[in-house]
């Protein structure tokens, strides 16, 4: 445990009663680098609505609405979260899947550095990532 101060301690995170978690392997076997920006959100937002086996009731408007997507933009990160082995999906329901590492991907994007190179990533780097990534496609 760190022993650093908080900057803001009377704000320290609880674990809520309806709990959701994100695996840290979406980072170490490349799943962000392979997704898009609105991939992520899809997969962020279906992570925190899923109940415990991972399924969303959530409908395709909704979730478009909520994430404030068009029905193209909407599809294309769908498409990458089950070509990616992150959801399933079965009319009307999506599942939120476990990772497995022999269902991971192999196809990796030519500026993937091996995984032996990789060193760990902070994830206020991600989030900036994100951030650039999403301003440019703006």
Known sequence: ???HPLPNPKRLRQIPPRFSWID?????????ERCSCDALALYLFLLTVADARGL???SQPRLMKSLKMGALRFSQACTELIEN?????QHPL???LALDVDSVPKKRTGK???????????????LQQLSVARSSHD
């Open 1 to 3: 445990m760190s022993s």
């Open 94 to 96: 999506y599942q939120v």
């Open 112 to 126: 993937n550095k091996p995984e032996s190179t990789q060193s760990p990533v902070a994830i206020k780097d991600i």
């Open 85 to 89: 082995q992150l959801i399933a999906y």
């Open 24 to 32: 840290q392997r979406l980072v170490r076997e490349h799943y962000f």
């Open 56 to 58: 969303s009731y959530y």
